[in-house]
């Protein structure tokens, strides 16, 4: 049955990075910065309406089309889709720019209390997304060094969030909508990315120690 799972056993590190963001990037893509740049546009040329709406029907979208072709519904979309949901009826049921934007932030920080409270669990949150960035096979997620690197990048993952709770928070308190907007995507990416950089780095030397990755020459 595993067999016809990929795997990183006798890969190298060049041909497993390249397989991860094949995997990955798409996804975050299509969860995350498309329904960012669909509400930008339409905050600067349609207002803010329909700026909810154009989000919320692509997130919507990307799900059904999932759905529709039988693929899998990664994790990530999930997440955000909920989260969207959630932003868009608050801001409709009470009018309000700002809790539109102050939810997420709040969301995020719940997020990180989450990643937190999984990590002492068997299953940290890492664990549980990892297949939205690379399949693994059961054998490798049982051993002993791949859970505890779940749990550490878990930790990491509750700093990454919290720290983007605090920004955002900061920059919502400070800036206009329209300023807000790509300044806090522009620093959630930096801050964000740099969390994807230490988690491959440390991934990597793990696969490397578990005899997973075959390193570059």
């Known amino acids: 049955m595993n067999s016809a799972r990929p795997s990183l056993v006798g890969t190298s590190t060049r041909t497993t990075l390249r397989a991860v963001a094949r995997h990955s990037i798409p996804t975050v893509v299509e969860a995350t910065l498309i329904?960012?740049?669909?509400?930008?546009?339409?905050?600067?040329?349609?207002?803010?309406?329909?700026?909810?709406c154009a989000a919320l029907v692509w997130a919507y979208g990307a799900l059904a089309?999932?759905?529709?072709?039988g693929r899998r519904v990664p994790g990530i979309l999930v997440l955000a889709l909920i989260g969207l949901t959630l932003r868009t009826c608050l801001a409709m049921v009470t009018g309000s720019t700002f809790l539109y934007f102050a939810q997420p932030i709040m969301?995020?920080?719940?997020v990180a209390v989450m990643?937190?409270?999984?990590?002492?669990?068997?299953?940290?949150?890492?664990a549980r997304l990892a297949g939205d960035f690379y399949p693994l096979t059961p054998d490798i997620v049982g051993r002993l060094r791949i859970r505890n690197l779940?749990?550490?990048?878990?930790?990491?993952?509750a700093g990454v969030n919290l720290?983007?709770?605090?920004?955002?928070?900061?920059?919502?308190?400070?800036m206009q909508t329209a300023a807000y907007v790509?300044?806090?995507?522009?620093?959630?990416?930096f801050i964000t990315t740099s969390g994807v950089f230490v988690t491959v780095i440390w991934s990597l030397?793990?696969?490397?120690?578990?005899?997973?990755?075959?390193?570059?020459?």
């Open 150 to 157: 779940f749990r550490h990048l878990t930790l990491l993952w």
């Open 107 to 110: 969301g995020t920080s719940v």
């Open 115 to 126: 990643f937190l409270l999984s990590a002492l669990t068997s299953r940290p949150f890492v």
């Open 35 to 52: 329904p960012t740049a669909l509400f930008y546009v339409a905050l600067l040329t349609l207002g803010v309406w329909p700026a909810y």
């Open 65 to 69: 089309r999932r759905l529709h072709s």
């Open 163 to 174: 720290l983007n709770a605090a920004v955002g928070a900061s920059l919502l308190l400070t």
């Open 205 to 217: 030397r793990v696969a490397r120690r578990e005899g997973l990755v075959i390193a570059a020459a």
């Open 182 to 189: 790509p300044t806090k995507t522009a620093v959630a990416l």
